[in-house]
């Protein structure tokens, strides 16, 4: 079992607040999964082009 269990993790993120806005890395925080919740780690993902369309604020 992980030693993360029932604790607030943190770790590295790339947002983007606002539509049009470079994307900024930032610590945030996720909270221990509530009832009928799972956390996952995710160790890759992507962007398709509907995202980066949105993201431009083209949508």
Same mark, same amino acid.
């Given at each position: 079992?992980?030693?993360?269990?029932?604790?607030?993790?943190?770790?590295?993120?790339?947002?983007?607040?606002?539509?049009?806005? &470079? %994307?900024?890395?930032? !610590? /945030?925080?996720?909270? &221990? %999964?509530?009832?009928? !919740? /799972?956390?996952?780690?995710?160790?890759?993902?992507?962007?398709?082009?509907?995202?980066?369309?949105?993201?431009?604020?083209?949508?």
């Amino acid at each position: 079992m992980s030693s993360t269990v029932g604790r607030v993790i943190k770790y590295k993120a790339v947002v983007a607040w606002e539509a049009g806005k &470079p %994307p900024v890395t930032e !610590e /945030v925080e996720v909270a &221990p %999964p509530q009832a009928m !919740e /799972v956390r996952i780690k995710i160790l890759f993902t992507s962007l398709c082009h509907i995202d980066v369309y949105f993201w431009e604020a083209k949508g």
